[in-house]
């Protein structure tokens, strides 16, 4: 895990490719020190809006038992595709957040994640009640979540001055009616969302803090930038400072 999350930045690649690479390295790091915390056999995971197994097939090469629930039939298909490649069984089901309390027994899973998701649910409170319906006690809950002061960052750095106020002003943190986002989250709010609905944050990371205010200009010819990048976004990731500003949060909970 530790390769696939740190070796893929080479500077030739190009930003977002290393910017992936940082957001990779920094979520991974998280979730092995989450593993080794919760248990040595096979844990039962759940991957709620799972996608195309971005996370769901790299744990189930560790040997976890992984369901990924996802709304999309052709993320579910993708996902199919990627296990078989990989050689690794992921379950994939039809479903959303809310179905969560039908698919699985109460307090079944060791771990659920919950990655770029809470952004898209109609409510956030309310999927979070479902994803801790199903969480042991002493299981954990992994939400990274977009970051609203980096979106009026990122606007101001883009000239959309106005825009980056809007965004601040804004319950769900978008920039106005164009905005591809359907919501972001402050630190406060996601943190005060978890609380909310039973869980017990034990660490905030900083995803991107750097990777996406880098100038284009500082990759031409520098083949190092990239693990640079990675190594600067592994160091700064639990900055008390730094996180306030990263592209995205990623939040380990426990449910007691
Ligand atoms: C930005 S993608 C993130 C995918 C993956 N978790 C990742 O981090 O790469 C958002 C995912 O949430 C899924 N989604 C949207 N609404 C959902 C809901 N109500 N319940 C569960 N998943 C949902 C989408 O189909 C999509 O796969």
Request: proline residues 5%.
């Amino acid at each position: 895990m530790t390769d696939k999350a740190g070796t893929t930045a080479g500077g030739t690649t190009g930003p977002a490719r290393a910017a992936n690479a940082a957001r990779t390295a920094v979520v991974w790091e998280a979730l092995q020190e989450l593993l080794s915390h919760l248990g040595d056999g096979p844990l039962e995971i759940v991957d709620a809006g799972g996608g195309t197994g971005g996370a769901a097939v790299p744990l189930a090469e560790l040997g976890h038992r992984v369901t990924v629930v996802e709304p999309s039939p052709d993320s579910l298909a993708a996902l199919e595709r990627r296990a078989a490649e990989s050689g690794v069984v992921v379950r994939g089901v039809q479903g959303e957040t809310r179905d969560l309390g039908t698919l699985f027994d109460k307090s079944s899973a060791d771990l659920v994640l919950v990655h770029n998701v809470l952004e898209y649910v109609d409510d956030p409170a309310a999927a979070l009640q479902d994803v801790v319906g199903i969480t042991r006690s002493g299981g954990a809950v992994s939400v990274l979540a977009t970051n609203a002061v980096a979106g009026a960052l990122h606007r101001v750095l883009a000239g959309q001055v106005a825009e980056a106020q809007h965004l601040l002003e804004d319950p769900d943190g978008r920039w106005g009616d164009n905005d591809p986002m359907p919501r972001r989250f402050t630190r406060g709010r996601l943190q005060q969302l978890l609380t909310d609905s039973g869980l017990a944050p034990t660490s905030v990371r900083g995803v991107r803090v750097f990777a996406d205010v880098l100038p284009g200009q500082a990759w031409e010819g520098d083949a190092q930038t990239g693990q640079n990048l990675v190594d600067l976004e592994r160091a700064v990731a639990q900055h008390p400072e730094m996180v306030g500003i990263a592209t995205q949060l990623h939040v380990v909970a426990t449910r007691d």
